[in-house]
């Protein structure tokens, strides 16, 4: 996959609230769209993904939408926590190399 | 064993001096990566290893040098770094065959400075 564009690149919502973050790709041979969630000083951590003969994916508070005519999919986090703050990526990979690409990421702070 | 394990998890060094951080794992994966992070931003692809040969060199410098001895093994060779090559390592690995990046898994880190 090649140039992932994500937003926002930050996300302040209460306690409660959902959140929706949102990226698009240009690569439309892209064939995966994994989401991860990074704490600081932690490793991504793959949190749930989407193969491209899928439309919606859910996990729980989680849920991942793919739009392959529109290029863009979306991560969707309801009930949101406290401990859900942490940055989120979006990524796709696929196309005519091994390359996964990321966004450039989104801080989601949920707040008490 | 679901894990990728990376060492050291810390590394201070000189700029003259020589080291190596380390990556393994057993899932059969047969597709590997180091990804070089800066704070505040997204995980950046420095090389790929698929069935042990290396496959993508983002044009990296060659005081960056990586090898596969092994379908469980990657390492990454560091001479002569920079200041600015301090950062956050990431190896990761995924299945491979299908090229579709399933089970891509990321290893803890290693946290590189470079005084």
Redesign the interface.
């Known amino acids: 996959g090649e140039n992932v564009e994500q937003h926002p690149s930050t996300l302040s919502v209460q306690e409660g609230d959902s959140a929706v973050i949102k990226c698009t790709y240009s690569d439309s041979a892209s064939n995966y769209f994994p989401w991860y969630k990074q704490e600081l000083g932690k490793r991504p951590q793959l949190i749930i993904d989407i193969r491209s003969n899928v439309g919606e994916k859910k996990d729980q508070r989680i849920a991942v939408t793919l739009n392959k005519t529109a290029k863009h999919f979306s991560l969707h986090i309801t009930e949101t926590q406290p401990e859900d703050s942490a940055v989120y990526f979006c990524a796709n990979f696929g196309g005519s190399n091994y390359k996964l690409t990321f966004g450039k990421g989104t801080l989601l702070t949920v707040n008490p | 064993d679901t894990e990728v394990t990376q060492t050291p998890k810390h590394l201070v060094m000189g700029m003259t001096n020589k080291k190596s951080l380390k990556c393994e794992q057993h899932m059969g994966h047969r597709?590997m990566?180091w990804y070089k992070q800066k704070a505040?931003?997204?995980?950046e692809?420095m090389f790929?290893y698929?069935y042990e040969k290396l496959?993508?060199n983002e044009s990296v410098p060659s005081r960056f040098s990586p090898e596969c001895p092994n379908s469980s093994l990657l390492n990454l060779h560091l001479h002569a770094l920079q200041p600015e090559d301090s950062a956050l390592y990431?190896c990761?690995s995924?299945q491979?065959g299908t090229?579709?990046?399933?089970g891509?898994?990321?290893?803890?880190?290693t946290r590189l400075t470079v005084v």
């Open positions: 597709a990566y505040k931003k997204p995980p692809l790929v698929s496959s993508i990431l990761a995924s491979e090229g579709v990046g399933y891509y898994t990321f290893g803890s880190g």
